[in-house]
């Protein structure tokens, strides 16, 4: 059975090496620059009462860095053992990552 990791780190030069291992190690996967809502809110002006669409578009997503994968149940435990060694368990890269089976998968990656 397959899973999906997800995990989202801050971005700093240590998480820059942790996507570098991983690609080292045949773990393929897609990155994404992101940021928190949380950042955006503080980010706008704090009068406002409402946030538009165009608001949110406008901001900058490259607070974090989001990673996610499918992977085979036999390899899951080694690439969260990557994940947990190069972010000392996210106290050194701050984050966190989640997994999810997946039942049904089509696709050629």
């Known amino acids: 059975m397959k899973h999906l990791l997800f995990a989202v780190f801050e971005n700093t030069d240590g998480t820059h090496e942790l996507i570098h291992e991983l690609a080292e190690k045949g773990i393929n996967g897609t990155v994404l620059a992101s940021t928190s809502l949380r950042h955006i809110l503080h ?9 538009t669409l165009r ?8 607070d974090n860095t989001t990673f996610y994968t499918l992977i085979e149940e036999e390899n ?34």
């Open 55 to 62: 608001q949110l578009e406008r901001q900058q997503f490259e």
């Open 43 to 51: 980010s706008i002006e704090e009068e406002r009462t409402f946030i």
């Open 76 to 109: 899951l435990d080694n690439v969260l053992n990557i994940i947990r060694k190069g972010t000392n368990n996210f106290k050194d890269i701050k984050g966190g990552m989640f997994v999810l089976p997946v039942e049904r998968y089509e696709g050629s990656f």
